[in-house]
């Protein structure tokens, strides 16, 4: 293994999560469900608002348990929102921020790389680079 973190975009769900008293009473078709909707909220980046045709992707009765148990909101007029969502996941801001983190971090990485194969390693100073104004 090489010691780098997944770079993939995902949940958080603390270990005791099938053990807490709304989850655990779910049947199994509702708590795939329920995982299934935070994930699904997290990859649209939807801040926990679901979309109606993905909360009844397992059939009424699962929809009506998240309902039942508080895990999904009716805010009416066929929204639906995740209960607490931005308690536990981060928010489509924070997977934004984290994206474009990792996009500049990767160009600054490409840029002292190439720095380093074209210039340094072959002993050239190049006066349009930024690299070879600060060595």
Do not use: W
């Amino acid at each position: 293994m090489s010691g780098e973190k997944d770079p993939r975009i995902y949940i958080t769900l603390t270990n005791e999560y099938p053990r807490h008293k709304k989850i655990r009473g779910l049947s199994d078709a509702a708590f795939r469900l329920h995982v299934t909707l935070i994930t699904i909220a997290n990859e649209d980046r939807s801040d926990g608002v679901v979309e109606p045709v993905d909360l009844l992707s397992k059939g009424p009765k699962p929809k009506k348990e998240l309902l039942d148990a508080g895990l999904v909101e009716d805010h009416g007029g066929g929204r639906y929102v995740l209960h607490d969502y931005l308690k536990h996941q981060p928010s489509a801001k924070e997977i934004e921020e984290r994206i474009e983190a990792k996009r500049r971090s990767g160009a600054v990485g490409g840029l002292k790389s190439a720095h380093k194969r074209h210039h340094l390693d072959k002993g050239v100073r190049n006066p349009d680079c930024e690299l070879c104004q600060k060595s």
